[in-house]
Every structure is written in structure tokens, then in C-alpha cells.
């Protein structure tokens, strides 16, 4: 017999909620104990004074912590407290504007680190569970799903105005407090760092990929990240279906704005061209260009190749070390 409309599951067969809220909990109970809720202070007249809070995720066995720029910013100390009541001062390792992450440590004993996932096989749609400690609450759990891939969020970095490309937009809960707080897919991977709240039902997080990677490794060397400049504004977009390049590629990026007197401009590139490689290498989104654009690409020259008036014209541009007056 078939099953009716709306009715349960078959005998013997696994109830959909039950299955979902078995996959959140496992995630939850594995995430939850290497997420910290923390306050931040920078030294005044009269002592310490509190200047932020939010969450953070340990993700080294010598107790490193990853958390948001915006969190730590203003501020020269901290203390962690875990979800199982033990606590540790931090220090501040290294923080980049530019991608909204910061490096901490804890400078006494911390849980066993989180599993770091790559947000590359992230599918919108798929389910994702958030840990941090929204309003001061620390452990909360939200779940939701991917609602979009490839979204842009504005950020400061002294007097300039820049884009963080690539953040994951998600339905799951996020509050103020929640900033610096885990991500997790249905296995229990760190897949993104909660960055902000952009509206009812709207939560973004940076993701963790190959480039963040790289960020949190200059960070935990150097303090900071060096970047190279090119000076382009650009959009991803799928090429034409009359256009078919050599290699298969089909997707570009667009030149919506070209930075007068930076490196691109000089080099001719001009508005509504398509980049459809970089340094010799394919690229067809923000983040396939930008992990080609760091400290060993500065004052070197870097080939860019681009669709203009439907031919391909190749350019050479010398990036330039980013500044904050850039």
C-alpha cells in the first residue's frame, strides 16, 4: 500500500525531525567545548577596560583561538571562558581588517582544538549548525542551512572602505555576541567564523578556504598580513555561450572599477573587461584571484589576461604593496 499524504514515516523507517535534531545535537556536543566566549579590555588609567566581547574557536593544540578583527579591535588583552568553566587569559597574536579575522592564545591550558573543515565543498542549501555566545550566553546553538555562497560584507581597515569577498550567508541565529564563533557543517567541521548579522534571518561568516588559511598562517607567523594591490573592482560572471576558451573555462571576472593611478590602471585595464586569468592561472571568482595577490606578488610582474571587444588581450601589471592609504 502506498503511504498516504502527510502521513509518518513507514514502520521501521527513521523520522526526518529526528534524524535532523540527532545531527544537530552530535554537532553541537562536539563543537561546543572548543568554543570560548570572550571579553576583550585594553589597559586604561584606573585598570583594564572592557572594550568588546564576542566568541572565539580553538584551533591548535598550543592553544591558538580564531576569532573576528572586529571583536579584538581596540583592545590589548582578553580572557577566555570555555564551556566546561575553566578560563584563561589571551593574548592578542595578529589581526587583518581586511578579512575580519584576528589570532589569540591562550596563555594557560585550553580544550582540545576544533576540526577545521574547507567551505570550497559548501553547498547552498546544505545544513550548518552555529556555536558562539550571543548576548552573553555562552554555548548557544542555531542551525539553519547555507542560504548563499560568494556574498561581499564592507570592512574598515584604517580611513578605508573595503570588501570581504566570499562570505557564506546563512539563516542559523546569529546575535551580537555570536562574532568569533564556529560554523560547523553536519560532520562537526569549522567551515566558517561568524562575522555579523545583516538583518532578520541573514548571518554571514567568513569562510574557512585555502586563502583564510593562508591569512591565519601570516597572522600566526608575522602578526599581520602583507598584501599585494592591483586595484580592480570586479563581479564573478559566467562567459558568454559563443565565447568558448581553449581550456573550457566559463566563467570570468568583470571589471566594474578600475582604481585610478593604481597598478591595473597603469597597466590599461579598463572597466567592463572580463579577467579570465591572473599570473597565468584561471580565475573566476574573487577569491581565485585575491589568494594570488599577497606578499610575494608585491613589485613583481604579473600577467593578466582579458576578454575586451571579444578578443584576448594580454596586460602586465606590477602589484604594489596594500597600505592603508590605498
Same mark, same amino acid.
Request: glycine letters at 12%; hydrophobic letters at 45%; a neutral charge.
Given at each position: 500500500?502506498?503511504?498516504?499524504?502527510?502521513?509518518?514515516?513507514?514502520?521501521?523507517?527513521?523520522?526526518?525531525?529526528?534524524?535532523?535534531?540527532?545531527?544537530?545535537?552530535?554537532?553541537?556536543?562536539?563543537?561546543?567545548?572548543?568554543?570560548?566566549?570572550?571579553?576583550?579590555?585594553?589597559?586604561?588609567?584606573?585598570?583594564?577596560?572592557?572594550?568588546?566581547?564576542?566568541?572565539?574557536?580553538?584551533?591548535?593544540?598550543?592553544?591558538?583561538?580564531?576569532?573576528?578583527?572586529?571583536?579584538?579591535?581596540?583592545?590589548?588583552?582578553?580572557?577566555?571562558?570555555?564551556?566546561?568553566?575553566?578560563?584563561?587569559?589571551?593574548?592578542?597574536?595578529?589581526?587583518?581588517?581586511?578579512?575580519?579575522?584576528?589570532?589569540?592564545?591562550?596563555?594557560?591550558?585550553?580544550?582540545?582544538?576544533?576540526?577545521?573543515?574547507?567551505?570550497?565543498?559548501?553547498?547552498?542549501?546544505?545544513?550548518?549548525?552555529?556555536?558562539?555566545?550571543?548576548?552573553?550566553?555562552?554555548?548557544?546553538?542555531?542551525?539553519?542551512?547555507?542560504?548563499?555562497? %560568494? !556574498?561581499?560584507?564592507?570592512?574598515?581597515?584604517?580611513?578605508? !572602505?573595503?570588501?570581504?569577498?566570499?562570505?557564506?550567508?546563512?539563516?542559523?541565529?546569529?546575535?551580537?555576541?555570536?562574532?568569533?564563533?564556529?560554523?560547523?557543517?553536519?560532520? %562537526?567541521?569549522?567551515?566558517?567564523?561568524?562575522?555579523?548579522?545583516?538583518?532578520?534571518?541573514?548571518?554571514?561568516?567568513?569562510?574557512?578556504?585555502?586563502?583564510?588559511?593562508?591569512?591565519?598562517?601570516?597572522?600566526?607567523?608575522?602578526?599581520?598580513?602583507?598584501?599585494?594591490?592591483?586595484?580592480?573592482?570586479?563581479?564573478?560572471?559566467?562567459?558568454?555561450?559563443?565565447?568558448?576558451?581553449?581550456?573550457?573555462?566559463?566563467?570570468?571576472?568583470?571589471?566594474?572599477?578600475?582604481?585610478?593611478?593604481?597598478?591595473?590602471?597603469?597597466?590599461?585595464?579598463?572597466?567592463?573587461?572580463?579577467?579570465?586569468?591572473? %599570473? !597565468? !592561472?584561471?580565475?573566476?571568482?574573487?577569491?581565485?584571484?585575491?589568494?594570488?595577490?599577497?606578499?610575494?606578488?608585491?613589485?613583481?610582474?604579473?600577467?593578466?589576461?582579458?576578454?575586451?571587444?571579444?578578443?584576448?588581450?594580454?596586460?602586465?601589471?606590477?602589484?604594489?604593496?596594500?597600505?592603508?592609504?590605498?
Amino acid at each position: 500500500m502506498n503511504a498516504t499524504p502527510g502521513a509518518g514515516p513507514a514502520p521501521g523507517a527513521e523520522d526526518p525531525l529526528d534524524a535532523y535534531s540527532r545531527t544537530v545535537i552530535r554537532v553541537a556536543e562536539s563543537v561546543t567545548p572548543h568554543v570560548a566566549a570572550i571579553e576583550m579590555a585594553r589597559h586604561g588609567r584606573n585598570g583594564p577596560v572592557r572594550v568588546g566581547a564576542g566568541s572565539a574557536v580553538v584551533f591548535t593544540e598550543d592553544g591558538y583561538l580564531l576569532t573576528n578583527a572586529h571583536v579584538v579591535a581596540r583592545a590589548n588583552e582578553g580572557r577566555a571562558v570555555f564551556a566546561d568553566g575553566s578560563a584563561a587569559d589571551i593574548d592578542i597574536i595578529g589581526a587583518d581588517p581586511l578579512s575580519d579575522l584576528a589570532v589569540l592564545r591562550g596563555l594557560s591550558a585550553t580544550p582540545a582544538p576544533a576540526r577545521l573543515g574547507d567551505a570550497e565543498a559548501l553547498r547552498v542549501g546544505q545544513l550548518v549548525i552555529a556555536v558562539g555566545n550571543p548576548l552573553g550566553l555562552s554555548g548557544s546553538v542555531s542551525a539553519g542551512v547555507v542560504s548563499g555562497l %560568494g !556574498r561581499s560584507m564592507p570592512a574598515w581597515s584604517g580611513g578605508s !572602505r573595503r570588501v570581504i569577498e566570499d562570505v557564506i550567508q546563512t539563516d542559523a541565529a546569529l546575535n551580537p555576541g555570536s562574532s568569533g564563533g564556529a560554523l560547523a557543517d553536519s560532520r %562537526g567541521y569549522v567551515v566558517g567564523i561568524s562575522t555579523a548579522v545583516a538583518g532578520a534571518g541573514l548571518g554571514l561568516a567568513i569562510p574557512i578556504n585555502a586563502t583564510t588559511r593562508r591569512i591565519i598562517s601570516a597572522l600566526l607567523t608575522d602578526g599581520r598580513v602583507r598584501r599585494a594591490y592591483l586595484g580592480l573592482v570586479s563581479t564573478p560572471m559566467q562567459l558568454p555561450a559563443t565565447i568558448k576558451l581553449r581550456n573550457g573555462q566559463r566563467h570570468a571576472l568583470r571589471v566594474v572599477e578600475v582604481i585610478p593611478g593604481s597598478p591595473a590602471a597603469k597597466a590599461g585595464l579598463k572597466q567592463g573587461d572580463l579577467v579570465v586569468s591572473a %599570473g !597565468r !592561472r584561471p580565475v573566476a571568482s574573487a577569491e581565485s584571484l585575491q589568494k594570488l595577490l599577497f606578499s610575494d606578488a608585491i613589485g613583481v610582474p604579473f600577467p593578466v589576461t582579458v576578454m575586451r571587444s571579444g578578443a584576448l588581450v594580454d596586460v602586465i601589471a606590477v602589484p604594489e604593496e596594500m597600505t592603508e592609504s590605498v
